[in-house]
């Protein structure tokens, strides 16, 4: 679930936030939340990215000042209805949301590419997360 607070800022329940002093408890991060991240089977893939995942790696010096972010995203890839009409309904479903948030995506992209003045965050729970990266001087 995401909620939006007072000062604008999306935020993901559930999501945890950890302090990295080096590359071996990065990895063991990353290698976590790809535990936890949900797979299962489609007509076409046997091991199927069925949720999104997005790393944000936030830059601060000693004194916690702020000094810039890398955010990585993984996409679980888009999927015709052809190739989930042997899985169970929930696999349907899931599909659906995946379809839905890439349009999204694809939607606030175009928008920004055509310099429009309204960029559709809200079209889905994945562009909502990921304003910030499309917003002031992000490259």
Same mark, same amino acid.
């Given at each position: 679930? =995401?909620?939006?607070? @007072?000062?604008?800022?999306?935020?993901? =329940?559930?999501? $945890?936030? +950890?302090?990295?002093?080096?590359?071996? +408890? /990065?990895?063991?991060?990353?290698?976590?939340?790809?535990?936890?991240?949900?797979?299962? $089977?489609?007509?076409? *893939?046997?091991?199927?990215?069925?949720? +999104?995942?997005? !790393? +944000?790696?936030?830059?601060?010096?000693?004194?916690?000042?702020?000094?810039?972010?890398?955010?990585?995203?993984?996409?679980?890839?888009?999927?015709?209805?052809?190739?989930?009409?042997?899985?169970?309904?929930?696999?349907? !479903?899931?599909?659906?949301?995946?379809?839905?948030?890439? !349009?999204?995506?694809?939607? =606030?992209?175009?928008? !920004?590419?055509? @310099?429009?003045?309204?960029?559709?965050?809200?079209? $889905?729970?994945?562009?909502?997360? /990921?304003?910030? =990266?499309?917003? @002031? *001087? $992000?490259?």
């Amino acid at each position: 679930e =995401c909620r939006e607070d @007072g000062k604008g800022t999306v935020n993901v =329940c559930g999501l $945890s936030e +950890h302090r990295i002093d080096d590359t071996e +408890h /990065l990895m063991s991060v990353i290698d976590n939340g790809n535990g936890i991240r949900a797979a299962g $089977s489609t007509g076409m *893939n046997t091991d199927s990215s069925r949720s +999104h995942a997005i !790393l +944000h790696i936030v830059v601060v010096d000693p004194k916690d000042r702020f000094h810039g972010r890398f955010t990585f995203i993984d996409l679980a890839g888009s999927e015709r209805g052809a190739d989930t009409l042997e899985c169970d309904r929930t696999t349907r !479903l899931e599909g659906a949301e995946i379809n839905k948030s890439l !349009l999204a995506l694809k939607e =606030c992209i175009r928008a !920004l590419d055509q @310099g429009k003045k309204h960029i559709p965050f809200r079209g $889905s729970k994945l562009t909502a997360v /990921l304003r910030d =990266c499309f917003m @002031g *001087n $992000s490259r």
